[in-house]
């Protein structure tokens, strides 16, 4: 069975500083999916970004980025110059090809003003 | 991406009743998945529903407790059997819109209450 790991139960960061939020997995699959879910207070699950196993390119969207180590079965999330509204509870998934998706135990990050 | 909406958004319910929870999606999508968010914890798939078969249940999730219904490709309901004080959660739908994709939107989550 897949399982996702998420040694951060909380976190915090000043506005507009650096922060990287840490997730480990494990499986026997070479080809699979990972993600990071952005769950601010409202509840709404949102898409941060996603990494496929077989691109060695770490993903990136805008302020967020990843350091995918496939070897080390590590995918962490980096969020430059954190802003208020990246307040929120911070999940890594993975997902196999079958669309069976496993969620961490989540990271709460809070930006301090 | 999908634009996903749940119905009710909350509710609090009564030990030993049922509530069914409806998921609508504004575009045709294959698959749409079921998952519970207990109090202060992570997501856990309840089920896979897919359009024109009988829902993918997980490991300790059963269709006699969480019965679900797929008429067409745009929607999808859960219904939570029976409920207890153990059945409070958040209830998220999401899809996967297909399209080699991969990757899960969600809807707005149903938070249930059993008192």
């Known amino acids: 069975a897949q399982t996702v790991t998420q040694s951060q139960p909380e976190m915090s960061v000043q506005e507009a500083e650096t922060v990287t939020l840490s997730c480990t997995y494990d499986?026997?699959?070479?080809?699979?999916?990972l993600f990071w879910y952005k769950q601010p207070p409202s509840r709404q699950m949102i898409l941060v970004i996603r990494q496929e196993a077989y691109k060695q390119q770490n993903a990136t969207e805008n302020r967020f980025s990843v350091n995918f180590q496939k070897a080390a079965k590590s995918f962490s999330l980096k969020i430059s110059d954190s802003q208020l509204g990246d307040t929120a509870m911070y999940f890594c998934a993975f997902m196999k090809k079958s669309n069976d998706m496993r969620f961490g135990a989540g990271t709460r990050l809070t930006v301090k003003p | 991406s999908a634009v996903i909406s749940q119905k009710p958004s909350r509710d609090i319910c009564q030990r030993g009743t049922s509530l069914t929870i409806q998921c609508q999606v504004d575009?045709?999508?294959?698959?749409m998945f079921w998952y519970r968010q207990q109090p202060g914890q992570s997501l856990t798939l309840i089920a896979t529903a897919n359009q024109g078969s009988e829902a993918t249940y997980e490991s300790g999730f059963v269709i006699d407790k969480f019965p679900i219904s797929r008429p067409n490709l745009t929607f999808s309901t859960l219904t939570v059997s029976n409920m207890s004080p153990e059945d409070s959660s958040i209830y998220l739908c999401s899809v996967d819109e297909g399209q080699g994709h991969r990757e899960q939107y969600f809807g707005p989550g149903t938070r249930l209450t059993v008192t």
């Open positions: 575009s045709q999508v294959t698959m």
């Open positions: 499986t026997s699959e070479s080809n699979y999916y």
